[in-house]
């Protein structure tokens, strides 16, 4: 595999993941990027919850980063702990590869 096509897809995983972790108006002179992920964490956590953040995710990624397209977004709650893991797969437009990315979001203390 080509050195940029590494180097590419490392900065499109930080991309993805600053994107959902970043809340709109926090980002200097783009105030309508980022997602409301932060903010839903406050809610309760069950099923209805767990569906709205996944939809923040999606909207957001689509939304924001052109350079990939989703294939899928899976937001698993941990009831214990009061977190949720998510998990982007997605495939780099033009590419035949697909990538994942994995986190665990938690409300911050």
Avoid: C, H, W
Avoid at 69 to 98: A, D, F, W
């Amino acid at each position: 595999m080509d050195a940029s096509v590494v180097k590419n897809d490392s900065s499109i995983k930080q991309a993805i993941k600053n994107l959902v972790l970043t809340a709109p108006g926090e980002k200097l002179f783009s105030p309508l990027i980022g997602s409301k992920v932060n903010r839903l964490l406050f809610e309760p956590l069950d099923p209805f919850t767990a569906d709205t953040i996944k939809d923040e995710i999606i909207n957001t990624i689509n939304q924001y980063e052109p350079r990939v397209q989703l294939t899928e977004v899976i937001v698993t709650p941990i009831y214990e702990g009061n977190k949720l893991n998510v998990s982007i797969e997605y495939r780099i437009v033009g590419m035949p590869i697909v990538e994942t990315i994995s986190f665990v979001l938690q409300r911050p203390e």
